[in-house]
């Protein structure tokens, strides 16, 4: 049976989420944008009420919340502001590999820092391997019980206020996927550095800076799963990790088409509000019906892995038109709310430059189709 309807209990979530979101986060989101400032009293509110380190289980001191949470709550934060969701989320990400193949001591161990009150970061990206996640050049070498780390990390989200990093990094020079291995690095380790992070187009208040390894010395015990198994491992990730994306995408969206819908039916033209000529209405169709069938999309593939069945296909799916979609509804906003849209005062504007990220981070919309096509031909 397929059924569509929410628990009360995630109905109460979305709702909680979304009240939240009005509250603390619409009210500053502006000014958090122009002065690029990191949310840390946004973020010590969402842990007073249980919106941050949401998918981390139970017993580790998290609220063991479903994919399919995340993507509620995730719609409704970026509906607000995607920095902000951004810079809530991430430790969402980083907690994801530690679930997957960390050992009991290791769950114990980072989970419950995070719980605790410590921010995390997720290292895969480097100055000359993005989309090519096998062709990332920083090195652990093996030194009996130790790693020593050498290379580089870019764009990463979160890096000046992380406590530790999930770090990926090759183990084999030869062997291009199955030379990468994936380990734990906390900041305080002699020399591990942060670069001042990046002044960005969007989701300006969303921390993101390029890290540095120089013969960081690592014990064995914070490499996470066998040696060998990082890229593997990373693309576990993004299949859990994509519908959430895909969500805030949504939110994105849904904020855009909001604010458009209210400033039609208040603009006069010709001596009528805009919404009634054709150009504008359909439109406004438009982005309700992508808005719908994007997150149809990102709960499909988030039920997938809710059941134990992550789908690499589905993500892509998801991944792909929701975040095109959101890029399209963006600009249409834009458009509708004409010269106004273009001024710094409008919401809308935000909005443009906040969502055209989401066609690049976590795999650009070309590198979904990609995949697409890949498993259309595994048949």
Not at 109 to 138: H, I, K, Q
Not at 180 to 200: A, N, P, Q, T, Y
Request: net charge negative; with cysteine; charged share 25%.
């Amino acid at each position: 049976m397929i059924d569509f309807a929410l628990t009360d209990e995630q109905l109460m979530l979305r709702r909680m989420a979304h009240d939240f979101a009005e509250k603390e986060i619409v009210p500053v989101a502006e000014e958090l944008d122009r002065e690029a400032k990191f949310p840390h009293e946004i973020i010590a509110k969402a842990r007073e009420v249980g919106l941050i380190n949401i998918n981390i289980p139970e017993e580790y001191g998290g609220l063991g919340a479903s994919v399919l949470e995340e993507c509620l709550i995730a719609e409704e934060i970026s509906w607000a502001c995607s920095g902000v969701g951004t810079a809530l989320m991430i430790n969402n990400l980083a907690a994801v590999p530690i679930k997957l193949v960390g050992t009991e001591e290791q769950k114990k161990e980072w989970l419950s820092r995070m719980v605790e009150g410590e921010l995390a970061s997720y290292a895969v990206t480097e100055p000359n391997a993005g989309s090519d996640v096998a062709a990332m050049e920083a090195f652990a070498e093996k030194r009996g019980n130790e790693y020593v780390l050498n290379g580089s990390k870019t764009f990463i989200s979160n890096a000046s206020e992380a406590s530790f990093f999930v770090v990926f990094a090759r183990t084999d020079r030869e062997d291009r996927y199955k030379g990468i291995s994936c380990f734990i690095v906390e900041r305080d380790r002699e020399g591990f550095s942060v670069s001042k992070k990046f002044d960005k187009l969007g989701q300006r208040c969303a921390d993101t800076a390029e890290i540095s390894l120089e013969d960081v010395v690592i014990p064995e015990e914070n490499r996470l799963g066998p040696e060998g198994s990082g890229f593997l491992t990373a693309m576990r990730v993004f299949d859990i990790s994509r519908p959430t994306v895909s969500a805030a995408a949504v939110g994105v969206a849904r904020r855009a088409m909001e604010e458009a819908l209210r400033y039609s039916q208040e603009r006069v033209a010709f001596s009528q509000p805009i919404v009634r000529f054709q150009a504008v209405g359909h439109m406004l169709a438009d982005m309700a019906i992508n808005i719908e069938a994007a997150r149809l999309l990102a709960w499909k593939a988030a039920w997938n892995v809710d059941r134990g069945q992550p789908d690499t296909r589905a993500a892509a799916f998801a991944k792909a038109f929701a975040a095109d979609m959101a890029m399209k509804a963006c600009v249409d906003a834009v458009q509708i709310f004409g010269g106004y849209g273009y001024m710094k005062e409008y919401p809308v504007e935000k909005l443009m430059r906040d969502v055209k990220v989401f066609q690049i981070y976590e795999g650009t919309s070309q590198i979904q189709r990609n995949i697409i096509v890949r498993e259309l031909t595994r048949g």
